[in-house]
């Protein structure tokens, strides 16, 4: 077989490819959160967040020109009942880098050029996505797995950057930024509990998801891990002290449903596995971010809360995220070696 052509590559490029961004990302930025713990740690942290800045501009090419030169090809995918739940991944994409920008360099322009782009395109992609779904009959009960998230998950990840940008904000700037991060917030939250019941339904009374799907239950654990820390990056900007109390008591609760979910991800992931239903795919990347936030709000719990328990479950969650990186990485990159990687499933 030979190797597919830079157009074949755009014309069939998958929108997933940037979760390997959001997981990338996560990564570096955990890492670099117990590198205060463990200075060792800050090295690797650094080199990862440089390697997510080019692997965006990499996967930004093929991504664009199949916009520019095959849109038709673009909209198809957008049809899909499930594919285009992956097109909000770039627009989250840009919402991490922000992030990352803001954590590993002085860079607070770059960071908010970032985040004000990754806010409008993730606006765009969440109503786009959900317009022609809401429109449609094309769902059914059979495409419904977390990866509905995933527009969802794009909004609550608006104050992760958004909340500390505010800093470097002013006046009406500041208010309205604010008021987005709210709204992006309370929009993606109220999503995630209607779509958590849906979800679950599809799980007791429907086919699971299985094969390349399967590791789309570990979706569950971005909102968990996400939308508590948002919430908190934007009590934090409100003059109401009780609020981050109150936030702070929810952030405990909702890890704790994270927990519990970790272990049920990891039962329904080695049970597919031993049943030989776990090829390799580009949405094992999803095994990465999901767990990647979780982590992350783990360690703002430990510093909230000052428990070695919660550090202690974190730091295991890591070293799982570690694990799932490395492996997913390998092949991933074996796979662009092949060229196998760009052939489109069915």
């Not at 200075?39 to 916009?67: K, Q, Y």
């Not at 922000?98 to 765009?124: D, K, R, S």
């Not at 000052?306 to 479950?313: P, V």
Request: charged letters at 10%; one cysteine or more; glycine letters at 8%.
């Amino acid at each position: 077989m030979s190797y597919p052509h830079f157009a074949d590559i755009s014309r069939t490029f998958a929108p997933g490819w940037f979760a390997a961004v959001m997981g990338t990302g996560v990564f570096a930025m955990t890492t670099h959160g117990l590198s205060l713990r463990w200075p060792w740690l800050a090295l690797p942290a650094e080199l990862l967040h440089w390697f997510n800045s080019a692997l965006f501009l990499v996967l930004a090419v093929p991504w664009l020109t199949r916009w520019l030169r095959f849109r038709t090809a673009a909209m198809q995918t957008m049809q899909h009942p499930v594919q285009a739940n992956f097109y909000p991944t770039f627009s989250i994409a840009l919402l991490v880098l922000a992030a990352q920008w803001l954590t590993f360099t002085p860079c607070v322009e770059v960071a908010l050029v970032l985040w004000w782009l990754g806010v409008i395109l993730h606006f765009i992609f969440s109503f786009a996505v959900l317009f022609i779904m809401f429109r449609g009959e094309h769902v059914a009960a059979e495409h419904v797995t977390p990866a509905q998230f995933i527009p969802a998950v794009g909004l609550v990840v608006m104050p992760l950057a958004g909340g500390p940008l505010l800093a470097h904000m002013d006046g009406a700037l500041r208010e309205w930024a604010l008021t987005i991060n709210a709204v992006g917030l309370g929009a993606g939250s109220m999503m995630y509990l209607g779509l958590l019941g849906l979800t679950l339904h599809r799980k007791y009374l429907h086919k699971p998801a299985q094969g390349i799907l399967t590791p789309t239950v570990w979706i569950h654990l971005a909102p968990i891990g996400v939308i508590p820390v948002s919430l908190m990056n934007v009590a934090e900007q409100l003059p109401y002290p009780a609020v981050r109390e109150v936030a702070t008591v929810l952030m405990l609760l909702v890890w704790g449903f994270g927990v519990w979910w970790l272990v049920m991800a990891s039962l329904l992931t080695l049970s597919a596995r031993a049943a030989g239903q776990l090829p390799f795919a580009l949405s094992w990347w999803g095994f990465t971010f999901p767990l990647g936030a979780f982590v992350a709000e783990s360690l703002r719990l430990t510093k909230l809360l000052g428990w070695s328990s919660t550090f202690a479950i974190g730091l295991a969650a890591w070293l799982l995220l570690c694990f799932f990186w490395t492996i997913t990485l390998v092949r991933t990159a074996r796979g662009v070696a092949s060229g196998a990687i760009f052939q489109p499933h069915p």
